[in-house]
């Protein structure tokens, strides 16, 4: 499985190794600046990396339209700045209790018991510089050196590398745009062995935008339930952003999942606070080990968060709830209008985006083929590369999210209706130049 990327035009997965980590590449210890291994063997967020170019050609003057970034284009609704102002200035800039405050945590676990239907309390919440740093240290708490980690894919990017930096062996159960991108219980079950420890669950997905029905997740919940020595790590970021019309169940509301499960969530994307840091777990039972165990990782590496955010967690998820609908509302009617549009590219196909901000179309159809500035198309990456550059339309491509997605690109669509409607124009005008 190791070995260089190859095709990396955007170099997105410069110096990355495919495979892994690599406890045993040979390093030459010649210089005392000599990275290590761990080092060398992560690759760079892709997605970070497009957003950031995104960002860098449009400082430069670039004529660029951004589906790369997963972030909310709305600003953090006021009655949670305020808050976090307040806090500010009445002096709350001392260090805070490593797990949050107790109004904070208490505030995350009436969320999860009033909306999420998880029997928790505040000493089973930890708050941290992230959801993606939540994904980290609870796969530092629970998985040893070879533990095996069950991953569905298409996956975020991230989930891979930091399953690798815990010691962790990623398997895949890979699933495709004919079943939404989403596992069944049969495949879960045949993939369990003595060797699993854990599973990552990210529902509504990033980066194929479906999310399980309650149906579903109580069928893979039954098949869990039978192998209580798999943890399950349910990343339920993008739990509010739903467009669909079924309810949203969340793996540890179905009570045999509740102590088996750590779910993981933040304010990032929900309530546009992408550049706050806060993300939280939540893990019942077994005498609170699991978030006793994070609290402690978590002390030798962050500390607490930021302490005079502390006050906006509670001021986010208790008073801005008419915001949190207008923003939902909003990327609803983008879920449609993008979906419409992309499924008129000739040859692409795509699932109806039900969840989160992206949708992740087919576009395997153009390889082989030659883009209008002479690009031969003969992967995501060049297609991304090649339309970034002739149409400047800025897609993430779809290998760093593993399995189906080499086949595949993600386009967000947090971002105007305007952009939306040009941006897709123009990828349609850039199709029909391939020859
Ligand atoms: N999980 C998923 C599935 C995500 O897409 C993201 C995107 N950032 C995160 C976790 C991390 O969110 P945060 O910005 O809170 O670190
Ligand atoms: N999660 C977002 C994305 O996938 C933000 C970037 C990142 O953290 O990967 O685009």
């Known amino acids: 499985m190791g070995g260089e ?131 980290y240290l609870a796969l530092q708490a629970i998985v040893n050196p070879g533990d095996v980690v069950l991953l569905p894919t298409p996956a975020w990017v991230s989930y891979k590398p930091m ?24 495949q879960l079950e045949a993939a369990i062995d003595d060797d699993v420890r854990a599973i990552i669950l990210n529902s509504p997905s990033n ?43 969340s793996m540890a509301s179905v009570p045999a999942m509740a102590e088996q499960t750590i779910t993981i969530n933040g304010l990032s994307k929900t309530f546009a606070m992408t550049g706050w840091r806060i993300g939280y777990a939540c893990a019942p039972g077994k005498n609170g080990e699991v978030i006793k165990a994070m609290t402690r990782l978590q002390s030798q590496m962050t500390s607490s968060i930021t302490s005079f955010l502390m006050s906006s967690i509670p001021a986010a998820l208790q008073k801005a709830t008419a915001e949190v609908s207008s923003m939902r509302d909003t990327f609803a009617k983008r879920a449609e209008l993008i979906h419409g549009l992309v499924t008129q590219w000739p040859g692409v196909s795509c699932p109806r985006p039900t969840g989160a901000f992206y949708i992740f179309p087919d576009i395997s159809c153009c390889f082989g083929k030659t883009s209008g500035g002479g690009v031969r198309i003969q992967s995501a990456m060049d297609f991304a590369s090649a339309l970034l550059d002739e149409a400047g339309v800025a897609v993430v491509p779809g290998e760093g999210f593993l399995g189906c997605g ?19 124009q123009r990828v349609r005008e850039w199709l029909d130049r391939l020859t």
């Open 406 to 424: 080499v086949n595949h690109v993600r386009l967000s669509f947090a971002c105007s209706e305007d952009d939306i409607h040009a941006g897709c």
């Open 163 to 186: 399953i690798e930096l815990a010691g962790g062996v990623v398997r895949e159960i890979p699933a495709g745009p004919d079943s939404d991108f989403k596992m069944t219980a049969d």
């Open 207 to 249: 980066p194929c935008g479906t999310m399980y029905s309650p149906e579903e997740v109580r069928a893979l919940a039954k098949v869990l339930e039978a192998n209580p020595r798999v943890a399950v790590i349910a990343d339920e970021i993008y739990e509010r952003l739903v467009y669909s019309d079924e309810p949203y169940l």
């Open 5 to 135: 990327c190859t095709a990396d035009p955007l170099g997105l997965f410069h110096g990355c190794w495919t495979g892994g980590i690599l406890p045993d590449m040979e390093t030459e210890m010649t210089h005392a600046m000599n990275l290590s291994k761990r080092a060398l063997g992560v690759p760079a967020s892709p997605t970070l990396a497009i957003t950031a170019r995104v960002k860098e050609l449009k400082a430069a003057g670039e004529d660029i339209i951004g589906f790369g970034a997963g972030e909310p284009d709305f600003g953090t609704p006021e009655v949670i700045c305020d808050a976090a102002v307040e806090s500010l200035r009445s002096g709350q800039t001392r260090y805070a209790p490593t797990p949050g405050t107790p109004e904070a945590r208490e505030a995350i676990a009436d969320k999860l018991r009033t909306e999420n239907g998880i029997e928790c309390t505040a000493s089973d919440i930890i708050i941290n510089n992230g959801a993606k740093f939540t994904v």
